[in-house]
């Protein structure tokens, strides 16, 4: 058994945001295999915030470090640790020299929740902004030097890690996805199906981005076909331009965080994800097809979700193909229901916690 501390930038918040549920699964694949595990953040732990700390609590996980003083905590109790895994570049940059200083016996381990460097990349060449590009560049540089001197990286698509196998010859990356696989609910909705849904925690710029597409480009499109079609955003940090806009048009709902999103997506007609860049699994994604909710997605929307153009979802890219897509689901129920089960079926086999298992045991396994 190992004494593993994990850290990452902020408490999970597992029903907010993809990032955070992935932590709380991967915490949870690390108790299973029968390690010790610890987990601290970066930031204070607000004390008002006790439910991400029972849910830990339940998975045999303590906390530590909750002023976010985990330097201090380090210099004390360093030396017990076999393993520290760092989630996020920003948290593997600012750890590392403290593991190095404190922590003589343990292996430091990248948790590349996603690729920073390829992500902020692509939202740079979509935006033209040129202070992010240099970003980008900055965290390219970091990021290889973290990946050279981890003794581990875990990655959460082959995309990402061979993105990182790149920018390090030999360097040992493993891709744990570490996806909770939702349990698939019933297909059938209270009433009939009707309209758009998005999903995705706001705070994110990529998810702002998206929702914006959506508002202003996809659909003013659908109504123009289909005439007055509810489009419900659902997604914690909603921005004020989002809010605003709810009180100007008829028929845009901003719900803002839902602890419980599947009344939601289960009356929805379509699921919408107009998305470029990011990388990563998107999580979104998983959820609709939980909740057998037809999805229409660019590329970058469905990255690490391995579904078939009109099998398991319609792919589209430009604003009017979005619209085109959504609009041949909203007047073919069947079309969406045949797409929206194949899916769900799918998901099961997509995404494969005793893969993650047989993974992580090889990566945690005694050092070589």
Same mark, same amino acid.
């Given at each position: 058994?190992?004494?593993?501390?994990?850290?990452? &930038?902020?408490?999970?918040?597992?029903?907010?945001?993809?990032?955070?549920?992935?932590?709380? #699964?991967?915490?949870?694949?690390?108790?299973?295999?029968?390690?010790? @595990? /610890?987990?601290?953040?970066?930031?204070?732990?607000?004390? +008002?915030?006790?439910?991400?700390?029972?849910?830990?609590?339940?998975?045999?996980?303590?906390?530590?470090?909750?002023? *976010?003083?985990?330097?201090?905590?380090?210099?004390?109790?360093?030396?017990?640790? +076999?393993?520290?895994?760092?989630?996020?570049?920003? %948290?593997?940059?600012?750890?590392?020299?403290?593991?190095?200083?404190?922590?003589?016996?343990?292996?430091?381990?990248?948790?590349?929740?996603?690729?920073?460097?390829?992500?902020?990349?692509?939202?740079?060449?979509? =935006?033209?902004?040129?202070?992010?590009? !240099?970003?980008?560049?900055? +965290?390219?540089?970091?990021?290889?030097?973290? %990946?050279?001197?981890?003794?581990?990286?875990?990655?959460? /698509?082959?995309?990402?890690?061979?993105?990182?196998? /790149?920018?390090?010859?030999?360097?040992? @990356?493993?891709?744990?996805?570490?996806?909770?696989?939702?349990?698939?609910?019933? *297909?059938?909705? &209270?009433?009939?199906?009707?309209?758009?849904?998005?999903?995705?925690?706001?705070?994110?710029?990529? #998810?702002?981005?998206?929702?914006?597409?959506?508002?202003?480009?996809?659909?003013?499109?659908?109504?123009?076909?289909? $005439?007055?079609?509810?489009?419900?955003? !659902?997604?914690?940090?909603?921005?004020?331009?989002?809010?605003?806009?709810?009180?100007?048009?008829?028929?845009?709902?901003? /719900?803002?965080?839902? =602890?419980? @999103? $599947? &009344?939601?997506?289960?009356?929805?007609?379509?699921?919408?994800?107009?998305? =470029?860049?990011?990388?990563?699994?998107?999580?979104? %994604?998983? &959820?609709?097809?939980?909740?057998?909710?037809? %999805?229409?997605?660019?590329?970058?929307?469905?990255?690490?979700?391995?579904? !078939?153009?009109?099998?398991?979802?319609?792919?589209?890219?430009?604003?009017?193909?979005?619209?085109?897509?959504?609009?041949?689901?909203?007047?073919?129920?069947?079309? *969406?229901?045949?797409?929206?089960?194949?899916?769900?079926?799918?998901?099961?086999?997509?995404?494969?916690?005793? =893969?993650?298992?047989?993974?992580?045991?090889?990566?945690?396994?005694?050092?070589?």
């Amino acid at each position: 058994m190992s004494h593993v501390l994990v850290v990452d &930038q902020e408490p999970p918040q597992a029903s907010r945001d993809g990032g955070a549920a992935r932590m709380v #699964n991967l915490l949870r694949l690390l108790r299973e295999e029968g390690n010790a @595990v /610890t987990f601290a953040c970066l930031r204070p732990w607000p004390p +008002d915030l006790a439910v991400p700390e029972q849910r830990l609590a339940r998975l045999g996980v303590s906390v530590v470090a909750r002023d *976010g003083a985990v330097a201090n905590w380090l210099s004390r109790h360093g030396a017990d640790l +076999d393993i520290v895994v760092a989630s996020r570049l920003s %948290v593997a940059t600012a750890l590392l020299p403290l593991v190095r200083r404190h922590c003589a016996n343990a292996r430091f381990f990248y948790d590349a929740t996603h690729v920073e460097h390829l992500a902020k990349y692509r939202l740079a060449k979509l =935006t033209g902004n040129r202070p992010l590009l !240099i970003a980008a560049l900055r +965290d390219r540089v970091a990021e290889r030097d973290v %990946v050279a001197v981890a003794d581990v990286t875990f990655a959460t /698509t082959d995309e990402d890690a061979d993105a990182l196998r /790149t920018l390090v010859a030999g360097a040992q @990356v493993y891709r744990i996805q570490a996806v909770e696989v939702c349990e698939v609910r019933s *297909g059938r909705a &209270q009433g009939p199906r009707s309209g758009i849904v998005f999903l995705g925690f706001l705070g994110m710029y990529e #998810n702002e981005l998206a929702v914006r597409r959506l508002v202003d480009g996809v659909w003013p499109l659908v109504e123009a076909e289909c $005439g007055p079609t509810p489009l419900t955003v !659902i997604g914690a940090a909603p921005p004020d331009w989002l809010v605003n806009a709810a009180m100007r048009r008829p028929g845009l709902v901003v /719900t803002g965080h839902l =602890t419980e @999103v $599947g &009344q939601a997506l289960r009356a929805a007609a379509v699921f919408t994800v107009p998305l =470029t860049g990011g990388s990563g699994v998107k999580t979104k %994604v998983l &959820q609709a097809f939980a909740h057998h909710v037809p %999805v229409v997605a660019t590329a970058d929307g469905l990255r690490g979700v391995p579904a !078939i153009d009109e099998f398991h979802v319609l792919r589209a890219e430009s604003d009017a193909e979005l619209a085109e897509a959504a609009v041949r689901i909203m007047r073919d129920p069947d079309l *969406g229901r045949a797409l929206a089960r194949r899916a769900a079926d799918a998901m099961q086999k997509m995404f494969n916690s005793n =893969t993650d298992r047989a993974t992580l045991r090889q990566a945690v396994g005694p050092r070589a």
